[in-house]
């Protein structure tokens, strides 16, 4: 069914007559007549009874009317559900706990007052995708943007990357372990220490960052057991004397105080995982403009202390 012809014919419904009716919708009085006339004869029956005064609604037409109302509101609210800014914007932060997620929380509460009812975001984690599966749920439509580490040869056409948040590795260590008095460590000085991060997934970006690290600086950085989560992770290291992992600066983790848990920054250089945003090179949503920009001003500049693979997209 044609919608314009349906929307024709409610008008002339309200207007009473075609040339007010051609004039509301700005055409002229035989297009409303031509679209009226396929409209009917679509139907097989006749909707409007044409008077020397105007026209009116026949009884088939009064049926008609309401249920053309209906439909023609439904596609408005179907197209107003679509439009840029109607909906949240979607955003792929991998875990809550890391950089992603802060950084977007962090633009949410610098919006004004004013705009914290308009901007409306939706983050997800898709902790259990790689970065080629989160790309393609961009791709598609499923997510706006993600934040990933992916290699500049993988980012596929449509898809636009700027890398736009920085990482800051930390150690993290328990009370007995020979670097917990340290104020800072070098990436070299972990060489011999052993460093575990359970729940890296091969295949993953995590999982070729990691590597990408352990060559550059000498290091033994290893996934081995099984992964129950961050609770365990910090039991294990406040129970060893000899057990390491590395951490974001701005990752939140908790543990009892009674842990004595500790985290040591790293320098000469900094180690930083690069969070690349990755969104669709077509995007229209206005809020991710703002988040784009949001980010922009927060990047520091440029420094020579600072480690980062060099297959990483910016």
Not at 50 to 56: E, F, I, V
Not at 206 to 229: K, N, T, V
Not at 265 to 292: G, I, S
């Amino acid at each position: 069914m044609d919608i314009e012809a349906l929307r024709t014919f409610v008008t002339v419904a309200g207007a009473g007559q075609f040339q007010a009716a051609a004039d509301e919708l700005r055409i002229s009085q035989q297009a409303v007549s031509k679209r009226i006339v396929g409209l009917e004869k679509n139907l097989g029956v006749a909707l409007l009874v044409r008077t020397s005064r105007g026209s009116r609604l026949s009884l088939d037409g009064q049926v008609f009317l309401p249920h053309a109302k209906k439909v023609l509101a439904a596609l408005d609210q179907a197209e107003q559900a679509v439009r840029p800014g109607s909906r949240p914007l979607r955003v792929d932060v991998l875990n809550r706990r890391i950089a992603p997620a802060q950084a977007v929380y962090r633009f949410y509460r610098s919006l004004p007052g004013t705009a914290l009812d308009t901007v409306a975001l939706d983050t997800v984690t898709l902790g259990d995708e790689n970065a080629a599966q989160a790309v393609r749920a961009v791709l598609e439509g499923t997510i706006d943007a993600t934040f990933r580490a992916l290699p500049a040869q993988q980012v596929p056409a449509g898809i636009t990357a700027e890398r736009l948040l920085d990482a800051p590795l930390q150690l993290l260590v328990g009370p007995g372990h020979p670097l917990a008095g340290a104020e800072r460590v070098r990436p070299a000085d972990l060489a011999g220490h052993r460093i575990w991060i359970p729940g890296i997934r091969p295949g993953s970006e995590w999982e070729q960052f990691y590597r990408s690290l352990s060559e550059a600086f000498g290091l033994s950085i290893d996934a081995l057991g099984p992964s129950f989560g961050d609770e365990a992770l910090m039991d294990a290291l406040a129970d060893s004397a000899s057990l390491a992992t590395l951490v974001g600066s701005g990752d939140r983790y908790l543990w009892p105080e009674s842990y004595g848990l500790r985290r040591i920054p790293l320098r000469d250089p900094t180690p930083v995982y690069p969070h690349v945003l990755l969104t669709r090179t077509d995007h229209q949503h206005p809020a991710l403009t703002e988040l784009r920009a949001h980010l922009r001003a927060s990047v520091p500049p440029p420094t020579d202390g600072v480690w980062s693979p060099g297959w990483v997209a910016c």
